[in-house]
C-alpha cells in the first residue's frame, strides 16, 4: 500500500451516531483526511435482521472504497457486530470496527471481572462484545441490556434533561449490583448520555466508550502499515448521507462538535 498515505480514512455509519468516533478520530489523528457516510435512508440498523445489515454495511463499504480511501472504520456497533467478517472478506482495505478496541478497553479497565455492555436490541442480541471479553478475559462477567431510547434522546439533544436521567435509572438502576465497575456504551449515540448514565449507575462504575479505543487502533494500524499522512498538507473532510441532509447537520454538529458543510445526499444502492 505504499504511496497511498495521502488518502482519506473512510467511516460509515447507519446515521448520526458514528459522529462521535470521527470526532476522537479528528483530534486523535489531525493530520488525516477523512470521508464519511451516514446510512440514514435505510437508519436504524439496530432492529434489522443480520443478513440485512451485513448486505447494508457492504453497500456503504464499497461506496467509500470507490472514493478511495486507505482504511475503514464501521462506527456502527450493530455493523461490526455482525459484518465485520464479511467486510474484511470483501475489501482490499484493513478494517476496524468498533466492538474488539472497545471490549480490550473494558477488559483493561475492569477490576472485578463484572463488566456490563449496553446498546441496541441488534447489538446485545448478537453477544458479540460478551464473546470478545470472554476471549480477553475467560473468567469476565459480562451483563447485558438493550437500551433503545437513549438513541433518540440523544439525537434530541437531552443530554441532561429530566426526562433523560428518569429514562437512563429506569433502565439502569439495578444495572450495577453483583460488583460491575465498567459498563460499555455499546452505541455510538450512548456517549452523549455519559451523565444520566453515570448517574444512574453510580461513579464506582467507570464507562467505556468504543471512540477512543477505536482512534488508538486506527493510529496502531496506520503506522503499521506505514500509511500515516505524511504530505504536510491540511486535512480535507468530506461527508455523505443517503436522505435530505438537514437532519444529519443538525443533529449532526452537536455529535462531532464542529460545524459541518457540503453534506452531499447520495445514492448507494446497486443497480
Known sequence: MTGQDHLPVGVFDSGIGGLTV???IHRTLPG???VYLGDTARVP???KSPEVVTRYALNNARFLVKRGIKLLVVACNTASAVALPALEEALDVPVVGVIRPGA???ARTTRSGVVGVIGTEGTIMSGSYERELLKIRPDSTVKKRPCPLFVPLAEEGWEDNPVSR???LEYLGDFASGGMDTL???CTHYPVLARPIQEAVGQNVTLVDSATAVAEVVAEELGRLDLSSSNGKAPAHEFFVTDVPQRFQTVGERFLGAPLF???QVDIDPH
Open 22 to 24: 470521527l470526532r476522537v
Open 184 to 186: 460499555i456504551l455499546g
Open 32 to 34: 488525516e483526511s477523512t
Open 262 to 264: 457540503g453534506i452531499r
Open 45 to 47: 440498523y439496530g432492529t
Open 166 to 168: 428518569a429514562v437512563a
Open 104 to 106: 480490550r478497553k473494558a
